[in-house]
């Protein structure tokens, strides 16, 4: 399991949101071996107002956050956050300096999803690489 989160300015997000997502999915299911239907992302889309960074970011700056159960191995996270530097610069027109990508992992008993706690879910891909 892996809930996705990209942050940026509305008018970026407009322009690449399907090509990102396309991107980051992509990454996913090769770095974590995520199953093609297992796609959950939410673009938050923020006027200039309420996006609050360095300049050197640009405008097109971007933050994906990544929840998911852990088990990854460092190297599966490597490979994943390779994999989304190379992939969300070209997929949305921007610069790799204007990226930043969060790993966050949380253990099975800490979700809820489709009336049962993650540890009690039988999924139909393996979690530990």
């Known amino acids: 399991m892996a809930q996705v989160k990209v942050h940026a ?20 299911m090769d770095a974590f071996n995520l ?7 939410r673009f938050i889309a923020l006027d200039d107002a309420d996006f609050i960074h360095p300049a050197d970011r640009g ?3 971007t933050v994906i956050e990544i929840v998911m159960f852990e088990g990854r191995s460092d190297a599966a996270k490597r490979a994943c956050l390779r994999g989304l530097m190379r992939a969300v610069p070209k997929a949305a027109g921007i ?7 969060t790993l966050i992992e949380t253990p099975k008993a800490n979700w809820g999803i489709r009336g049962k706690v ?10 530990d690489l």
């Open 95 to 101: 610069p790799v300096e204007a990226v930043e990508i």
């Open 35 to 41: 199953p093609e239907d297992k796609r959950f992302h």
């Open 59 to 61: 405008d097109g700056y």
């Open 118 to 127: 993650g540890d009690e879910l039988t999924l139909n891909y393996k979690v």
């Open 9 to 28: 300015r509305r008018h970026v997000i407009d322009r690449y949101r399907q090509a990102v997502s396309d991107a980051i999915h992509g990454v996913l």
